[in-house]
């Protein structure tokens, strides 16, 4: 295996050549390979994920000062779900480097989704096990830049749509908006707006347009219980 030309897709030197090694290697492998004594890459996978999950926390409180927790908790979630960390693994080509057994490679174990997120979880862990967690960071911000401020500005801007993803997600129920109230004149309406589930109101909001006052019932409602 060249790790040479997969330590300049991943712009990362290990010091400790075995672990990336141990990150690439799926657990079929080992059935076929048993007298090279390898270790499959899944501890590497769970410590990654801790730490893929702590990182971006840490970058989205420090990128995103006046955002509420609703909103970073659904931001993080949609950076580390398996599509997304599939789709870094696929433009690293970890899959060309993936030690797999001969059915698993046939059965097209180098374009799966679940095992690119994984190795791309492993690579992490081995990472932070070889040069620890600021270098780590580094790696993260670097390749999770892009996705950061894409998803960033899809998330941070509809509440509306995306308190509907949580509640139908949780609760496998659709918010409804309600007008409790409308006042002023016709030239300068003020609508205040309830958000409900089912018969529980979550927040209201105050707007000078009904969608106004919707955007920020959701966006209340994210903080308050999402």
């Known amino acids: 295996m060249n790790f040479t030309d997969l330590e300049k897709k991943l712009g ?3 010091i400790n050549k075995t672990l990336l090694k141990q990150a690439l290697t ?4 080992l059935n076929e390979h048993s007298q090279e004594q390898l270790v499959s890459n899944e501890r590497l996978e769970f410590l990654g994920d801790a730490v893929l999950e702590f990182i971006i926390s840490e970058i989205l409180f420090e990128k995103f000062p006046k955002s509420p927790e609703g909103i970073l908790t ?3 979630s949609k950076l580390v779900r398996t599509e997304a960390l599939a789709e870094i693994a696929q433009n690293l080509q970890l899959g060309d480097y993936l030690l797999l057994s001969r059915g698993e490679a046939k059965e097209g174990g180098r374009s799966n989704q679940t095992l690119l997120a994984n190795v791309l979880e492993a690579i992490i862990g081995a990472i932070f096990q070889d040069q620890g967690t600021d270098v780590t960071s580094q790696f993260i911000k670097k390749h999770f830049e892009l996705k950061i401020t ?3 500005f899809q998330n941070l801007k509809d509440h509306k749509s ?3 993803e949580k509640t139908q997600k949780r609760e496998k129920i659709t918010p409804f908006y309600k007008v409790l109230q409308e006042t002023g004149p016709n030239h300068a309406r003020i609508f205040i707006i309830g958000v409900y589930l ?3 109101k979550l927040s209201s909001g105050r707007g000078h347009s009904k969608q106004e006052a919707e955007e920020q019932a959701a966006r209340l409602a994210l903080e308050k219980h999402y």
């Open 12 to 14: 990362f030197s290990f």
């Open 26 to 29: 799926h657990r079929s492998y």
């Open 74 to 76: 659904a931001l993080r």
């Open 150 to 152: 894409k998803q960033a």
């Open 162 to 164: 995306l308190l509907q």
């Open 198 to 200: 089912g018969k529980k």
